[in-house]
């Protein structure tokens, strides 16, 4: 099977959560026999591509971006050309510009959509893109929803739900570096252990500023990982708090963030609207046998988490629960540790790679024998 992923960015150009999901698909249906692309749009001029373990990534150059929506005037023809080597077409929600492409391109390939995450901040953007959305959603043969929270949370979805179909995001462990002794090594001399840990890329809906809040005045120590477009901003408000019991490191390898979390007493993870539509860097916690700090927002965060079960769950912007949440597991390590070992139990249950690779496995095959008949 040829499936053509499509979706707005990808590695080796940018590192997120979004692009790690897609490389998990990838590597975790190739035991299946499916051979992937990846079309994406990239700041460098013209066309090129990059061959990767996972897939090869077809980069065409982003001519502008409009509310976070990259456009290419000069992608339809390779779009046309991938789609026609394609058996299926999955496209990842949102990216307003691949739901022009597949009208522009008259796609009548099989289509699957993974529907990550609600538009949420552009409110009057989105008023005008709604009738195209709709359009499209209702085009495509099967929209899959990352988590049944946000199936049941997503007014979108509930408008689309005799094709919704269930996958949870899972992580392959092996996909994985293991941190050498050198790294690990490294890494706790500039940032000790037993610190609360945020990984992530640095945007508005994350949560930062409340967890800036809750650690004023108090031996809580939190590392921040990962760039993104609010760091001066959240950098200011550390300065302004006084804090220093926060750390900025930026961009860290995959084997830094990997001896991060194992040095970490939890993952804390503030995000306080439903932008955050999963949370990938829970799993990775929960994979490496982290307790886990998140929000109650409707949508798969609390699939992955549950609370007293794999971490603490609390009510979305309050400063107040969450540093208590933050104290209960810096003071009680036998708590911490039941809910790290919760945590690793439920992602071997739910959450790993092969899990989902098999799903979506299946989904093409279904897909593909309802063509034939």
Request: include cysteine.
């Amino acid at each position: 099977m040829k499936i053509l992923h499509v979706y707005r960015t990808y590695f080796p150009d940018t590192q997120g959560g979004l692009e790690e999901v897609i490389r998990q698909i990838c590597r975790n249906t190739l035991a299946y026999g499916v051979e992937s692309r990846v079309f994406t749009l990239s700041s460098q001029a013209g066309h090129s591509v990059v061959v990767r373990e996972e897939a090869s990534v077809y980069r065409y150059h982003k001519t502008l971006e409009m509310a976070s929506c990259g456009v290419s005037f000069s992608a339809l023809a390779g779009f046309r050309q991938l789609v026609a080597w394609a058996d299926i077409v999955h496209y990842h929600f949102p990216w307003p510009f691949a739901d022009v492409l597949h009208l522009l391109a008259a796609v009548k390939k099989p289509s699957v959509l993974t529907y990550h995450s609600d538009i949420v901040r552009q409110k009057s953007l989105s008023a005008l893109y709604r009738p195209l959305m709709r359009h499209f959603l209702g085009q495509v043969n099967c929209i899959v929803a990352t988590s049944p929270n946000y199936a049941a949370s997503s007014d979108v979805l509930q408008d689309f739900k005799d094709k919704v179909e269930i996958i949870p995001i899972g992580l392959d462990n092996a996909s994985y570096p293991v941190a050498s002794k050198d790294i690990l090594d490294s890494v706790q001399a500039r940032c000790g252990q037993g610190f609360f840990l945020f990984i992530g890329v640095l945007r508005y809906y994350k949560g930062l500023h409340i967890l800036f809040d809750a650690i004023q005045q108090t031996n809580l120590r939190v590392v921040v990982a990962g760039l993104g477009p609010i760091e001066n901003e959240l950098r200011e408000q550390a300065r302004q708090l006084g804090l220093n019991n926060v750390q900025f490191l930026g961009y860290v390898s995959d084997q830094e963030k990997v001896a991060l979390i194992r040095l970490a007493k939890a993952i804390v993870f503030p995000s306080h609207l439903r932008s955050e539509a999963f949370g990938v860097t829970l799993v990775e916690g929960a994979m490496l046998g982290k307790p886990l700090i998140s929000t109650e927002i409707g949508t798969g965060t609390s699939y992955v988490n549950i609370n007293n079960e794999t971490g603490v769950v609390i009510p979305p912007s309050n400063t107040r629960q969450l540093q208590q949440a933050m104290k209960l597991l810096d003071e009680d390590n036998t708590l911490a540790k039941r809910l790290g070992e919760g945590a690793r139990l439920r992602y071997e249950r739910l959450l790993t790679g092969e899990k989902m690779g098999q799903s979506y496995a299946q989904l093409y095959r279904r897909l593909l024998d309802s063509v034939v008949d």
